[in-house]
């Protein structure tokens, strides 16, 4: 360890609880970007992640209007000849529900053993406050970053980033740079250190059935009409084949198969199959036949249906034939898969499926593309060394299943590569009751930041 080093080190020692409130100052604020209601916390936490970006040293702080959430912009721009990283994060969050499954308030949050449970305590205010830590500290001992930084964190990546892109491309020329991190993500099953080389993209839709004008006595009018709750799971019924396959005609026609090399990758991940199932509480893991679990996980193309309703659902008897029904769906897709593509497919195969005496419609609800970065991009590289120096051992390389559709975005719009790293345990319960960060992932991962800065202007080995 170096002098610098050893000085970075003592000063992160010496702020850590200062640093651990203000992280639990930051999750207080409930920025449910979803959620019409909350507009007002939204706009507080981008207000009170400005001041803090200012606190540390960053400058050119903006909280830039969007027609929706505000987009938190700063910038540190006075390394001359080096690099430029563009760095994001998000500071909106998921709605609670349901509140009964948390142990504790989810904006009142607490530190229980090694464990900071909260909203957002992982997805992603934590990796939010891990990037600003980090040039907190580099600019508190150094008085310099080594590299050119720019912050974009934005406030609806939970509410399907609907300004980001008319943001980004309004501020193309500002925006300019060499590389983007994306701390979105986190590490692999056992919570062992990685980067995230491949996400999945999205192509979301609703499904209404109609029938009849109201809902109907089932003793009066059954038999005489068709049931929309009855035609709703027909139509969701034939949506995959015996094998796990998914039926739209042509939803498979862009997917880049995994390669030989691809499979030997899954296969050399340290998964154990058992314990994720236990973890999950299920009698087995299903998916399409011809896969390993993590080859279906994150490798190949899915629908799901994510949420159902129609009909008489309080308590006691109703006998009605329901009016409505609906469903929400989600195709998460593949390289070289596209949402405008498949959604049209999917709405064409779904008319099909409806049977007489209803009336159907399937609305596009957004999507995003799906993206990949090579394992043997410079940066990728300096991530990778940062995280072995810091964590003791050498990263995975990873597909996320999930889907954060402007990495894309970044990637045409700006001409940036793209590094997926963040540093949140993988059963952090994002989206879940008593989501958390471990507090061993929080602190190195604010050294393992610094240090991926470090390594981008490092000559190489």
């Given at each position: 360890?170096?002098?610098?080093?050893?000085?970075?080190?003592?000063?992160?020692?010496?702020?850590?609880?200062?640093?651990?409130?203000?992280?639990?100052?930051?999750?207080?604020?409930?920025?449910?970007?979803?959620?019409?209601?909350?507009?007002?916390?939204?706009?507080?936490?981008?207000?009170?992640?400005?001041?803090?970006?200012?606190?540390?040293?960053?400058?050119?702080?903006?909280?830039?209007?969007?027609?929706?959430?505000?987009?938190?912009?700063?910038?540190?721009?006075?390394?001359?000849?080096?690099?430029?990283?563009?760095?994001?994060?998000?500071?909106?969050v998921?709605?609670?529900?349901?509140?009964?499954?948390?142990?504790?308030?989810?904006?009142?949050?607490?530190?229980?053993?090694?464990?900071?449970?909260?909203?957002?305590?992982?997805?992603?205010?934590?990796?939010?406050?891990?990037?600003?830590?980090?040039?907190?500290?580099?600019?508190?001992?150094?008085?310099?970053?080594?590299?050119?930084?720019?912050?974009?964190?934005?406030?609806e990546?939970?509410?399907?980033?609907?300004?980001?892109?008319?943001?980004?491309?309004?501020?193309?020329?500002?925006?300019?740079?060499?590389?983007?991190?994306?701390?979105?993500?986190?590490?692999?099953?056992?919570?062992?250190?990685?980067?995230?080389?491949?996400?999945?993209?999205?192509?979301?839709?609703?499904?209404?059935?109609?029938?009849?004008?109201?809902?109907?006595?089932?003793?009066?009018?059954?038999?005489?009409?068709?049931?929309?709750?009855?035609?709703l799971?027909?139509?969701?019924?034939?949506?995959?084949?015996?094998?796990?396959?998914?039926?739209?005609?042509?939803?498979?026609?862009?997917?880049?198969?995994?390669?030989?090399?691809?499979?030997?990758?899954?296969?050399?991940?340290?998964?154990?199959?058992?314990?994720?199932?236990?973890?999950?509480?299920?009698?087995?893991?299903?998916?399409?036949?011809?896969?390993?679990?993590?080859?279906?996980?994150?490798?190949?193309?899915?629908?799901?249906v994510?949420?159902?309703?129609?009909?008489?659902?309080?308590?006691?008897?109703?006998?009605?034939?329901?009016?409505?029904?609906?469903a929400?769906?989600?195709?998460?897709?593949?390289?070289?898969?596209?949402?405008?593509?498949?959604?049209?497919?999917?709405?064409?195969?779904?008319?099909?499926?409806?049977?007489?005496?209803?009336?159907?419609?399937?609305?596009?609800?957004?999507?995003?593309?799906?993206?990949?970065?090579?394992?043997?991009?410079p940066?990728?590289?300096?991530?990778?060394?940062?995280?072995?120096?810091?964590?003791?051992?050498?990263?995975?390389?990873?597909?996320?299943?999930?889907?954060?559709?402007?990495?894309?975005?970044?990637e045409?719009?700006?001409?940036l590569?793209?590094v997926?790293?963040?540093?949140?345990?993988?059963?952090?319960?994002?989206?879940?009751?008593?989501?958390?960060?471990?507090?061993?992932?929080?602190?190195?991962?604010?050294?393992?930041?610094?240090?991926?800065?470090?390594?981008?202007?490092?000559?190489?080995?």
């Open positions: 360890m170096t002098a610098r080093d050893t000085d970075l080190e003592a000063y992160l020692g010496s702020r850590e609880a200062a640093r651990l409130a203000d992280y639990l100052a930051f999750l207080r604020i409930p920025s449910i970007s979803g959620i019409p209601a909350h507009a007002g916390d939204c706009a507080r936490a981008a207000s009170w992640l400005a001041d803090h970006l200012r606190a540390v040293g960053m400058e050119h702080v903006e909280v830039a209007p969007t027609g929706g959430h505000p987009i938190v912009y700063a910038d540190w721009l006075h390394a001359a000849g080096a690099p430029t990283v563009v760095a994001y994060g998000h500071y909106d998921q709605p609670v529900d349901p509140l009964d499954g948390w142990t504790s308030p989810p904006f009142e949050p607490v530190v229980v053993g090694d464990r900071i449970l909260g909203r957002g305590a992982s997805d992603d205010k934590g990796n939010i406050a891990i990037l600003v830590a980090a040039v907190e500290a580099l600019l508190a001992v150094r008085g310099a970053l080594p590299v050119n930084l720019r912050f974009v964190f934005e406030g990546e939970e509410s399907s980033s609907v300004h980001l892109e008319p943001w980004l491309i309004a501020n193309r020329d500002r925006l300019r740079g060499d590389v983007a991190i994306v701390s979105d993500v986190g590490f692999f099953e056992g919570n062992l250190p990685a980067l995230t080389v491949a996400l999945r993209g999205i192509a979301y839709a609703q499904i209404d059935v109609r029938g009849p004008f109201q809902d109907l006595h089932s003793g009066g009018y059954g038999g005489t009409v068709t049931n929309p709750v009855h035609a799971a027909a139509i969701i019924a034939g949506l995959h084949d015996a094998d796990g396959r998914v039926t739209v005609p042509g939803f498979y026609d862009d997917v880049a198969p995994l390669t030989p090399a691809d499979r030997a990758a899954y296969a050399a991940l340290p998964f154990d199959e058992a314990a994720y199932q236990a973890a999950l509480d299920v009698p087995a893991l299903t998916g399409e036949v011809g896969y390993t679990t993590l080859e279906r996980k994150s490798g190949r193309p899915t629908l799901d994510n949420g159902i309703w129609g009909g008489y659902q309080g308590e006691g008897s109703k006998t009605i034939i329901p009016g409505r029904a609906s929400k769906v989600s195709c998460r897709l593949v390289p070289d898969q596209r949402p405008d593509r498949i959604f049209p497919a999917l709405k064409a195969h779904v008319m099909a499926l409806a049977p007489a005496g209803v009336r159907v419609t399937v609305t596009d609800l957004g999507g995003g593309l799906p993206s990949r970065t090579s394992l043997d991009h940066a990728v590289r300096a991530a990778a060394r940062a995280l072995e120096a810091t964590f003791g051992r050498a990263p995975l390389f990873i597909r996320e299943g999930g889907s954060i559709p402007f990495v894309a975005t970044f045409e719009v700006l001409g590569p793209v997926l790293m963040g540093f949140t345990p993988p059963d952090g319960n994002f989206h879940a009751p008593d989501e958390w960060m471990d507090r061993r992932n929080f602190e190195l991962g604010i050294r393992a930041f610094a240090r991926t800065l470090d390594e981008l202007v490092a000559p190489p080995a």
